[in-house]
């Protein structure tokens, strides 16, 4: 099938060629036809499938055509869960919108200054993409008028539940009309998301184009045990040194452990910088502009990133800490392997990740291949085997030795040289949960979750 069999508008089809694509993805073919059509649609799609232009394809479309309704307001709506991906959708919408007359993409997200962002909402505004809290406090300061909304979508649905943005959701569809057309992208089609569609959507038609396992058959996956942080980071030091290696993600759990990690990378001679929530959208967006062009070849990230980021050169994703839930490995190494490209996603673990690599395994349908570096290898070995239980230390192999001692004063990097003594002089300092918000996971809408969420 081509572009031209989805009927799309003739200055659409335009910046499509311009940008060099001919055939759709099976879910652009999909879903694209039912939202022309005017369907409402939940349609579950991995990253990398296409899925942005799968609805902003037909968001232009049905900007072709002059509004019915006289007003400022935007005729489109896009949520999204993050900043990085609402910039994602918002460049999008730009590229294939292109040679349409007088389109005007508008972003409200956190962080950027609120003058700046009444200005762009007094202008006339066609696609709005906005974060639900930042949004939720215009429309209680009366700055957005819903009367020419003719389409809502949420992206990346499933992300929006787990931080507790729901709520704001339904807020936010409650004062648009209800005769627009709403669309829901998410990861997974479960239970909970069908709960959130029954409230939004009139009769939708339900798309299901791919599995986890069929999104990660171009990428290798490779585990890694280390015994302990500083094992860890001469593993991390060996896959980095890869030739084949262009630019690289390295996630972590926390934002501390982030800049800590980035810093001391970068201290080595890495071009590397760290990517989280608690900086400003003006770092973030020169961060993210520099490893586009080139400029970084690490980029060291808490989950913030692991949605939204499309670079090219990205060829390895290092899960420098495994992620809590497997859906986020998954969003995690699809950094990597993007438009038909291969890929490699490289993880560490210890003994005690062996829950979080069966969730893994069992949410994939794939098993994750131990590897082994020649002089870095684990003093204790799970037994490990393509058919065995992971995760069980081999008896036969174990041996006495030092605890897992965690972080020390430079977090990301092992306890040697000064940097690793506490005042006492008696090695590193282990340190606690993050307590700023980065490692909660929700989908109770407890007030402390639904709060961390909205700053984030």
Partial sequence: MSFEALNLHPSILKAIQEAGYTTPTPIQQQAVPELIAGHDVM??????????????????????TPAQIRGRGPRVLVLTPTRELALQVSE???????????????????????????????QSVDILVATPGRLIDH??????????????????ADRMLDMGFIE?????????????????????????????????????????????????????????????????NRLLNHVL??????????????????????????????????????????????????????????LVATDVAARGIDVADITH???????????????????TGRAGATGVAVSFASVKDSMHLT??????????????????????????????????????QKRKRAPFSGFDSRPGFGATGESGRNRNGQGARTIGPDNRGNSFRSNNGNKASYQAARAK
């Fill in 43 to 64: 349609a579950s799609a991995q990253t990398g499938t296409g899925k942005t232009a799968a609805f902003m394809l037909p968001a232009l479309h049905t900007l072709a």
């Fill in 92 to 122: 999008a919408a730009k590229k294939y919108g292109k040679y349409l007359p007088h389109i005007n993409v508008v972003s409200i997200l956190g962080g950027m200054p609120y003058p700046l962002q009444n200005k762009l909402l007094s």
């Fill in 139 to 156: 429309i209680q300061r009366g700055r957005i008028d819903f009367k020419r909304l003719q389409m809502l979508v949420l992206d990346e």
């Fill in 168 to 232: 704001d959701v339904e807020t936010i569809a409650a004062a648009t009309p209800a005769t627009r057309q709403t669309l829901l992208f998410s990861a997974t089609l479960d239970n909970a998301i069908d709960k959130v569609a029954a409230k939004l959507l009139k009769t939708p038609k339900r798309i299901q184009v791919s599995s986890p396992k069929s999104k990660l058959d171009n990428i290798e996956q490779r585990l890694h045990y280390a015994d302990d942080m500083s094992h860890k």
């Fill in 241 to 298: 040194r890869d030739e084949k290696l262009k630019q690289a993600i390295v996630f972590t759990a926390t934002k501390r452990d982030a800049d800590s990690l980035a810093d001391n990378l970068y201290a080595q001679g890495y071009a590397a910088a760290a990517l989280h929530g608690d900086m400003n959208q003006r770092e973030r967006n020169r961060t993210l502009t520099r490893l586009r062009n080139g400029g970084l070849r690490v």
């Fill in 317 to 335: 994703v290092i899960n420098f800490d495994l992620p809590k839930f497997a859906e986020d490995y998954v969003h995690r190494i699809g950094r």
């Fill in 359 to 396: 969730k893994i395994e069992r949410y994939t349908g794939q098993r994750i291949a131990s590897h082994i570096i020649p002089g870095l290898e684990p003093r204790i070995k799970p037994r490990f085997h393509n058919n065995g239980p992971r995760g069980t230390p081999n008896v036969t």
